[in-house]
């Protein structure tokens, strides 16, 4: 064999210096003139990434970024037999744990998808109709018989419809009121949707134009709320608030299992039509820090830094028996929202988020079961695990997701679940790390009542966070447990990498069904290919 593809994988099977010189000019070349190359050098990408025989070189990643850029060249660019044997080398890759894996799924994650793309955000009105709290709850159909009870900023009241709730959801001081009002819209939105399994989209109140309201005779509520009465009023399934790892009564055995893998697929399918819900669950490496950081402290799994409170970040996550919850998180990609990893780190959000919730869900049979024990020891929660449940929790999340973003489950999932679920026993059932540090740095950025009422906020009793001085020392609190120590690496690293390896097939498969898609409405006759709808979602 012979001509400029031999030429440039020859070398691949070398050394390391050799190898890397060889990825270097086959992914020149695939960028280039992807026609140029033939199905023996993607088999040889394919060897150089299963083999791993450099993973102990401290450069290997970027020799397997080399490869792995090489074949998503190809699966994007190629000839469509070169396309589809790169899709099934990156999977091949994705499946080999460590530096092949991450290689091929930031290559992966870093193509633009062309075929995503969501119809414009609905545009909310910002009209706000003043009312009394009794006149609202009888237009939101409330049992006014019945007495509110407080959830958060949330008022929650027994509706006239039976087995249904009525929310009055109260904007908080400062807020812009048009997140509030872009829920309504986005409900409004969804409801029309065709979703693959059921999802409950709750029914805002409106009147008139006016989708949010001024209550100045609200019943009082927590601090920092709206003066004027701001508020969101919507009916919903009592589900609605029925959470998959709700505390003292989890879901547990096939209801967990069928919970989280209808929420992986609701997930998965919206962002497959471009419309990303970007709070499954709160994820932070540093809460504390978040004013003072460019990240504002938000977790990324793409890095090896530590999750910080992971239990509680999972407690109420925006899933649950009737679907998915808090619509005004949802977001409408635009073209270049596609690439450069943005909708890879995105999916992998939604991927840690019910990884965590389905932790959290056996942690929760004994929410008190927490912390350290009398003797300072880490408490020890593992016998709280099912850790065969958990391993097919872990299956249907994944697989389910990527049937929802891809359109049918993956032919293999990219690592073992079993594997995975006996490493999350181990970390998220002992509370190894409790602590974390309040800079000086941090409490400089706080009033002295702030920082006070950021102490007891954080568990320290009101008389212990007097005895503390804003400026003076860094203080240590127990907030735990996290995934790993403060300021340092995650215990868990295979989270991140099974979201690595889970979002990467999900594109590499998308891309392949996109372009089979492309080249086979390209072989119809015009007529045949005139009018067909490109979404199925409406539109404005």
């Known amino acids: 064999m012979t001509g400029p593809g031999f030429e440039a994988f020859s070398g691949l099977d070398g050394d390391f210096t050799a190898a890397y010189l060889a990825a270097r000019r086959v992914a020149d070349l695939a960028a280039r003139e992807p026609a140029a190359l033939c199905p023996a050098t993607v088999a040889a990408l394919a060897d150089l990434l299963a083999r791993n025989d450099h993973a102990r070189q401290a450069q290997a990643r970027i020799l397997y970024r080399e490869a792995a850029g090489a074949l998503v060249s190809l699966l994007a660019h190629g000839p469509g037999d070169l396309a589809a044997a790169s899709r099934r080398a990156l999977c091949g890759a994705l499946a080999v744990a460590g530096k092949p894996r991450l290689a091929a799924a930031e290559a992966v994650g870093a193509l633009p998808l062309p075929g995503l793309a969501a119809p414009a955000p609905p545009q909310p009105s910002t009209a706000v109709a003043e009312t009394t709290f009794e006149a609202l709850l009888a237009a ?56 693959p399994e059921p999802c409950h989209v709750p029914v805002p109140c409106r009147q008139g134009e006016a989708g949010l309201f001024a209550v100045p005779d609200l019943p009082a509520g927590p ?26 009564r989890p879901m547990a055995g096939e209801e967990l299992v069928a919970t989280l893998g209808r929420a992986a697929l609701l997930l998965g399918w919206l962002a ?5 819900h970007e709070a499954a669950i709160p994820l932070f490496h540093n809460r504390v ?24 970040s999972a407690l109420h996550p925006n899933f649950g028996a009737s679907g998915l919850r808090d619509f005004e998180h949802l977001v409408a990609l635009s073209p270049g929202d596609t690439g450069g990893g943005k909708l890879y780190r995105r999916l992998g959000d939604h991927l840690v988020s019910l990884l965590l919730v389905a932790g959290s869900a056996f942690r929760m049979r004994d929410p008190a079961l927490l912390g350290r024990d009398a003797q300072g020891r880490p408490v020890d ?12 929790v872990v299956a249907e999340a994944l697989g389910r ?7 049918h489950p993956p032919r293999a999932l990219p690592l073992c679940p079993d594997a995975l679920a006996a490493r999350m026993v181990e970390e998220m059932g002992v509370d190894r790390h409790m602590t974390e540090l309040v800079r000086v740095a941090d409490q400089e950025a706080m009033t002295d009542a702030g920082f006070t009422d950021f102490l007891v906020s954080r568990g320290l009793s009101p008389e212990a966070a007097a005895g503390h001085r804003r400026g003076e020392a860094d203080v ?3 907030t ?3 995934l790993g120590a403060f300021n340092n690496r995650t215990s868990l690293p295979e989270l991140g990498e099974a979201a690595a390896a889970m979002v990467g097939a999900c594109l590499a498969g998308r891309h392949e069904r996109d372009r089979r898609g492309k080249e086979e409405a390209g072989a119809r006759p015009p007529a045949a290919r005139r009018g067909a709808p490109l979404l199925d979602l409406p539109q404005g």
């Open 223 to 248: 601090s920092g709320l709206d003066a004027a009465g701001r508020c969101l009023a919507y009916a919903a399934r009592a589900d609605y608030f029925r959470y998959p790892n709700e505390p003292g």
């Open 480 to 482: 735990g447990p996290h």
């Open 272 to 276: 497959g039509r471009g419309i990303v």
């Open 476 to 478: 240590e609190l127990e």
């Open 140 to 195: 939101a159909g409330a049992d006014t018989a019945k007495a509110p009870r407080r959830a958060g900023r949330s008022l929650v009241i027994a509706a006239r419809r039976p087995g249904w709730l009525v929310v009055v959801k109260r904007l908080r001081h400062g807020e812009d009121p048009s997140g509030l009002a872009l829920e309504a819209a986005w409900m409004e939105r969804c409801a029309a949707l065709d979703f």
């Open 289 to 312: 820090q978040r004013d003072r950081r460019e990240d504002g402290g938000r977790y990324d799994w793409r890095l090896p830094g530590r999750l910080d409170r992971w239990l509680h």
């Open 381 to 392: 929660a593992r016998h709280l695990f099912d850790t065969a449940l958990l391993g097919r």
């Open 401 to 407: 997701y990527h049937e929802g973003f891809v359109g």
